[in-house]
């Protein structure tokens, strides 16, 4: 019995309108508009780090700006396409070099891709995280209402790996791609600047600590995931000792564990922390921070 991945991930099986995993790259997962609204649960909300990257490559593919995507972390991934039908996909996010059997293709563009075909987004230029988005959008099986892998709690589909086979859904009757013309990507932030609101924990820190906070300049540190921006820099200085029972977190919290760095929870972050949240950086804010690569500089800078 072929092995049954959470989310409808199926290694090696399927012979219908889909993707075969070819390189699978460091860490690739499948990513939507996440599962809101189950904090109360302990579900994380999960979905696109760069929500506005996912949006504007579905937008180009012809689907809803929600549907779900291929999210991929630094060094890219390549798919072949099942099925009878040639498919569009956009590559976005984080520049990088797009081919199709070996053969350069628009990156930030719709590209038609025949059944048979292997498209390849390469090692990422400039940002971090790439998106691919495919006409139909990808369709394995939603859970609590999103397909978005959480890697924190393991629900929706697993981390893709070499072979596993992804469906697709159909193309909407009628669904037409948008007029030909240049895409407004954003660009990869040289500085990461994150305005910041008090957190409900900043007197648990003195005067000074909440100073260099909005006055230090930290970078990303390689720890970072999904879960967290990790920071490198001066530490904050605590107000007073000990530690907090375990309370709700938003995504965008300021969390300070014991080294005093800050550390800004990004979408798979967990729904408790105990330790003190010195300040919240919006949500708006943090698309940029799915494309900042370890050693950018960081300002957190008053909201």
Known sequence: ?????????RPGAGAGPG????????LTTV????????????VPRAGALDGAARDLANRLAGNAPDAAVLETTLTGCAVRVSGARPVTVVVGGAVCRVTVDGRPVAWGAPVRVPPGAVLEAGHALHGLRAYLAFGGGLV???VLGSRSADLLSG???????????LPLGAVAPG????AAGPAPWPGVPGELVLPVHPGPRDDWFTPAALRTLTTAVYRVAAQSNRIGLRTEGPPLERARGGELPSEGMVLGA???PPDGRPVVFLNDHPTTGGYPVV???AASALDAAAQAAPGTPVRFVPA
Do not use: I
């Open 1 to 9: 019995m072929p092995e049954q991945g959470c989310g409808g991930v």
């Open 175 to 178: 669904s037409r791609l948008p």
């Open 140 to 142: 394995p099986e939603p």
């Open 254 to 256: 300021v969390q300070v």
């Open 155 to 165: 629900l929706g589909p697993p981390v893709l790996r070499d072979g596993d086979v």
């Open 19 to 26: 993707l075969e995993v070819v390189r699978a790259g460091a």
């Open 279 to 281: 300040g919240v950086v």
């Open 31 to 42: 990513q939507d508009a996440g599962r809101g609204g189950w904090a109360h649960l302990g």
